[in-house]
């Protein structure tokens, strides 16, 4: 079936440093890949989605990145801020809507002070 | 402020007991919703997908009878666990999908279920 690959599984950086998570989806009709950031005990929330027809898209310092060639995306944190720990989720999608939305295992990123 | 609300928040039960998970769109009116499962350091596992005045949809390997999913209003469904075992312990997401047409974006905050 389809599915969205996510690496690493845990990641440490230290305060100040960039963290980048990679994903890769298997479903060629997504075209909706949305970011999402969960704290312990939390649900998760939409921190910055692409859509296909876009290569890369920023929000301060958070930035994503797709290559629907090689069907690869990539979420990139600079200037980590401990507050930034918390596991994050990839997904992909063929709509905005929810419907076959497919998670990726997770990353969990601890930001050391 | 939350514009997608559960309750509760938390529960413990004994085993064999049923639990009913509310969940609210508050900001929006939702016609579909989606149930998902995320046990410890997992991701997010789709149950189903209910829609407002009908049958939900379920996933492979997900028991209907177990999982009763009511969606009566545009603004709110129920999830009931019935007659949970300690493998149902598990953190219960929902995921309104606006009427509007707008991104589906919300999820609520989830309910940490454990069966004794």
């Known amino acids: 079936g389809e599915n969205v690959e996510q690496h690493p599984s845990t990641l440490s950086v230290q305060e100040g440093d960039s963290a980048v998570i990679k994903c890769t989806y298997s479903?060629?009709?997504?075209?909706?890949f949305p970011w999402y950031k969960q704290e312990l005990g939390k649900g998760p929330q939409l921190i910055i989605d692409i859509r296909s027809n876009v290569g890369e898209k920023k929000d301060q310092r958070i930035a994503v990145t797709l290559n629907k060639t090689a069907k690869h995306f990539s979420l990139h944190i600079t200037e980590t801020q401990p507050e930034d720990s918390a596991v994050y989720f990839c997904?992909?999608?063929?709509?905005?809507?929810?419907?076959?939305?497919?998670f990726g295992a997770g990353t969990r990123l601890f930001v050391k002070a | 402020g939350a514009v997608v609300s559960q309750h509760p928040s938390w529960v413990i039960c004994k085993s064999g007991t049923s639990v009913k998970i509310e969940c609210r769109s508050l900001?929006?009116?939702?016609?579909?919703m989606f149930w998902y499962r995320q046990f410890p350091k997992q991701s997010l596992m789709l149950m189903a997908t209910s829609n407002e005045g009908s049958k939900a949809t379920y996933e492979q390997g997900v028991e209907k009878d177990k999982f009763l999913i009511n969606h009566a209003s545009l603004t709110l469904s129920t999830l009931t666990v019935t007659s949970a075992h300690p493998e149902d312990s598990s953190f219960y997401i929902c995921r309104p999908r606006p009427t509007s047409g707008q991104e589906t974006q919300y999820f609520g905050p989830g309910t940490r279920l454990l069966v004794l």
């Open positions: 997904a992909a999608s063929i709509d905005t809507g929810g419907f076959k939305t497919i």
């Open positions: 900001d929006f009116q939702a016609t579909t």
């Open positions: 479903d060629s009709a997504s075209n909706y």
